[in-house]
T-cell receptor, first 115, second 117 residues
Framework: AQSVAQPEDQVNVAEGNPLTVKCTYSVSGNPYLFWYVQYPNRGLQFLLKYITGDNLVKGSYGFEAEFNKSQTSFHLKKPSALVSDSALYFCAVSSTSGNTGKLIFGQGTTLQVKP | DVKVTQSSRYLVKRTGEKVFLECVQD?????MFWYRQDPGLGLRLIYFSYDVKMKEKGDIPEGYSVSREKKERFSLILESASTNQTSMYLCASRSGLAGDRRTYEQYFGPGTRLTVT
């Protein structure tokens, strides 16, 4: 079965420190991976995606993610966290069953950045 | 910028009522989606439409139906609302005409928080 796991319900970091939000996936075939962010009472906003090529993907708001095929991971990173980065983060993978391209989401990780 | 709008931010309905949630996108996207979001469960796909009048069941379609009469509009219908349908409902759209649609990102609306009492 295809799945995405975000092992941490919450990640706490101090402002200015680097942050990592973890994601692992399980799909057959080539994975197409996405990160989204959700601010309170808002919809999801696209941050970045990995389709092919360079394992380090850069996205919006200074975020980047590292694709690791051997570890089936796609961790989200930022060198220096801001208080405004506090939000709910979702990792997702495109289903490889058929061609609907539906997204399979992880359960989400709340990032709390403290001043 | 892609804009996806949903008809209501907050909605309170009674058990047994028929509920309509509307979603409109302005980017001429072929594909549209309805998800529900519940704490600890992430987002789960209810229905998907890949073109006008075309629909496909997602992972949790029971108790829901959809309608897509125009390309820009995708409606979610709760035929008889129940308390276990209290949730946040998110609509999304995606380009899907050319290439591998699995590589395109989805664009989400702000969500409708539905409470069924």
């Amino acid at each position: 079965a295809q799945s995405v796991a975000q092992p941490e319900d919450q990640v706490n970091v101090a402002e200015g420190n680097p942050l990592t939000v973890k994601c692992t996936y399980s799909v057959s075939g080539n994975p197409y991976l996405f990160w989204y962010v959700q601010y309170p009472n808002r919809g999801l906003q696209f941050l970045l995606k990995y389709i092919t090529g360079d394992n380090l993907v850069k996205g919006s708001y200074g975020f980047e993610a590292e694709f690791n095929k051997s570890q089936t991971s796609f961790h989200l990173k930022k060198p220096s966290a801001l208080v405004s980065d506090s939000a709910l983060y979702f990792c997702a993978v495109s289903s490889t069953s058929g061609n609907t391209g539906k997204l399979i989401f992880g359960q989400g990780t709340t990032l709390q950045v403290k001043p | 910028d892609v804009k996806v709008t949903q008809s209501s931010r907050y909605l309170v309905k009674r058990t047994g009522e028929k509920v309509f949630l509307e979603c409109v996108q302005d980017m001429d996207h072929e594909n549209m989606f309805w998800y529900r979001q519940d704490p600890g469960l992430g987002l789960r796909l209810i229905y998907f439409s890949y073109d006008v009048k075309m629909k496909e069941k997602g992972d949790i379609p029971e108790g829901y139906s959809v309608s897509r009469e125009k390309k820009e509009r995708f409606s979610l219908i709760l035929e008889s609302a129940s308390t276990n349908q209290t949730s946040m409902y998110l609509c999304a759209s995606r380009s899907g005409l050319a290439g591998d649609r699995r590589t395109y990102e989805q664009y989400f609306g702000p969500g409708t928080r539905l409470t069924v009492t």
